[in-house]
């Protein structure tokens, strides 16, 4: 196939990039290589490299949920309590929480009054981070169980900066030409910078440019 013809595909098909079930059946049904894949691969190294995942999902541990239950997901809804009254959730934004359970109690919102989160948690949706004053029962281990929705959906302008450096990572995979002229183009939040000799391990063969704009969503890893 022509590459003008599978860029147009790609650029075409940009709207669907994060509809990770489509992208799978493909995957899953030994598909010919199309745009389908070359999103799946960008999805998954974005997401490695930003230590989260980036697309809005619902995170849960019940089983019966069969629609959202995802057993390489527990580690996103069980967790160790943490030793403070704050709790951070793995990714971020934090649109819904369903449910939040620690150590078998099932623990509420706190009232519009509760101003120091004694009767229930506060969340703070855009660091995705939950205040309990009584605590998490530290220093129990899967204690706290939540059912959560969270990531960047349509109407965060975050997911137009990253479908923009998708689309980026994919004309650098197909060996796209670059256009050097888009040194000083904008889409959104979205410029070409210099990058940093510290991430140059991290870029693996990608433009500096897209992993320098794809820093700011990088969570910090702990240990």
């Known amino acids: 196939m022509p590459l003008e013809k599978r860029n147009c595909i790609i650029i075409n098909e940009l709207n669907i990039f994060f509809l990770h079930k489509l992208i799978l059946y493909h995957l899953n049904h030994d598909a010919a290589p199309t745009s389908y894949m070359l999103r799946y691969k960008q999805t998954r190294q974005f997401?490695?490299?930003?230590?989260?995942?980036?697309?809005?999902?619902?995170?849960?541990?019940?089983?019966?949920?069969?629609?959202?239950?995802?057993?390489?997901?527990?580690?996103y809804c069980i967790f160790d309590a943490p030793k403070l009254a704050s709790f951070y959730f793995p990714t971020y934004p934090v649109s819904e929480i369903t449910e939040v359970e620690i150590s078998g109690?099932?623990?509420?919102?706190?009232?519009?009054?509760?101003?120091?989160?004694s009767e229930?948690?506060?969340?703070?949706?855009?660091?995705?981070?939950?205040?309990?004053?009584?605590?998490?029962?530290?220093?129990y281990l899967k204690n706290l169980k939540v059912i959560w929705r969270g990531g960047y959906n349509d109407t965060h302008p975050e997911l137009a900066d990253l479908k923009y450096l998708c689309f980026m990572a994919i004309k650098n995979y197909v060996n796209a030409p670059e256009n050097t002229a888009l040194e000083?183009?904008?889409?959104?939040?979205?410029?070409?910078k210099t990058i940093s000799p510290v991430f140059q391990k991290e870029l693996r063969g990608y433009s500096p440019q897209i992993f320098e704009n794809l820093n700011k969503y990088r969570k910090a890893a702990f240990a």
Do not use: Q, W
């Open 105 to 117: 109690t099932t623990i509420s919102a706190a009232a519009s009054n509760d101003y120091d989160a």
């Open 47 to 75: 997401e490695k490299f930003c230590n989260r995942i980036l697309v809005e999902r619902t995170f849960t541990h019940d089983v019966s949920d069969v629609d959202n239950y995802d057993a390489n997901l527990l580690h």
């Open 184 to 192: 000083s183009e904008r889409m959104g939040n979205y410029a070409y």
């Open 120 to 139: 229930g948690y506060i969340l703070y949706n855009s660091p995705g981070r939950i205040i309990y004053s009584p605590g998490f029962d530290f220093p």
